[in-house]
């Protein structure tokens, strides 16, 4: 008897010629070699994953860049801006870097003496100042280091991008510095002043941070309070008044900048004299 059925016209059903041939002519069976067609289609899908997934890590790489520069801005602007009060640390009393000449800051004028003072304003945004010594008025940007010990005073016009390049600059020189607990590099050049908290560990002890102010404004140490002055101190004539050049001299002279100061248009007659 045969194995596969036969129809009524003697050939075999469609039933039975597969199980006859196994079921080869359906697609064959589970182990069957994949034909080159079914290669050729399981490559490409390989070949289309793979740049997607280096789409993927892209992605990735650049959120985590963008997401740390924008904590960067921030962290800095909160610095800058935000963090402290320049008003208030701009005051109190300051001393040349390196010297124990003093510098008085209040809220309305930087006292070289009791008798020489520039009355300045503030732009905290900015970060610049504007000051005015008689009938003399000028310009300039300041800086603090991290730690707000040290003043920064640069004469001289400077721009909102300007100060903030200066001031990116500034900070990331401080903060490098610090992980390599060394000083920030200070900047330097005849408009610059750097003001420290404290006075120099080479000044003379003797002389005093009022005679030594006094005695470099070109004030008598006499009218400063103190006797011993050094033999190099210029002191001028006692009633010459502090005028024209003479103010430039004693405020370079006391560590404050005055390269930049020109006559104010409208700015009132000078009236600082020395006693």
């Known amino acids: 008897m ?131 010594f008689g009938s003399y008025a000028g310009g300039g940007c300041y800086q603090f280091s991290l730690d707000r010990q040290t003043l920064v005073i640069k004469d001289g016009s400077y721009s909102w991008f300007a100060t903030l390049a200066d001031d ?26 750097v003001l420290t908290r404290n006075p120099g560990t080479g000044a003379d002890a003797d002389a005093g941070a009022d005679a030594g102010a006094g005695a470099d404004a070109g004030v008598p140490a006499a009218d400063a309070g103190e006797p011993d002055v050094a033999d190099d101190a210029p002191v001028p004539n006692a009633d010459a008044p502090v005028s024209g050049t003479d103010s430039d001299n004693a405020a370079s002279n006391a560590g404050v900048p005055a390269s930049n100061l020109v006559p104010a248009a409208d700015a009132a007659p000078a009236s600082a004299e020395t006693p």
């Open 2 to 132: 045969s194995a596969t059925k036969r129809s009524a016209g003697g050939r075999p059903s469609v039933s039975g010629r597969k199980r006859a041939d196994g079921g080869r002519s359906s697609g064959g069976v589970a182990g069957a070699r994949p034909t080159a067609g079914g290669n050729a289609a399981a490559g490409g899908a390989t070949v289309r994953r793979a740049p997607k997934k280096r789409r993927v890590w892209l992605r990735v790489t650049v959120g985590v860049v963008a997401a740390l520069v924008l904590v960067a801005v921030a962290v800095f602007s909160w610095h800058r801006w935000l963090r402290f009060d320049d008003a208030r640390d701009f005051q109190g009393t300051w001393y040349v870097a390196g010297t124990a000449t003093a510098v008085s800051v209040d809220a309305e004028a930087i006292r070289l003496t009791d008798d020489v003072a520039y009355a300045y304003q503030l732009d905290p945004w900015a970060k610049t100042l504007s000051f005015t």
């Open 168 to 193: 990116v600059a500034w900070t990331f020189q401080g903060l490098a510095a610090a992980v390599q607990g060394a000083e920030p590099p200070l900047p330097a050049g005849d408009n610059v002043t």
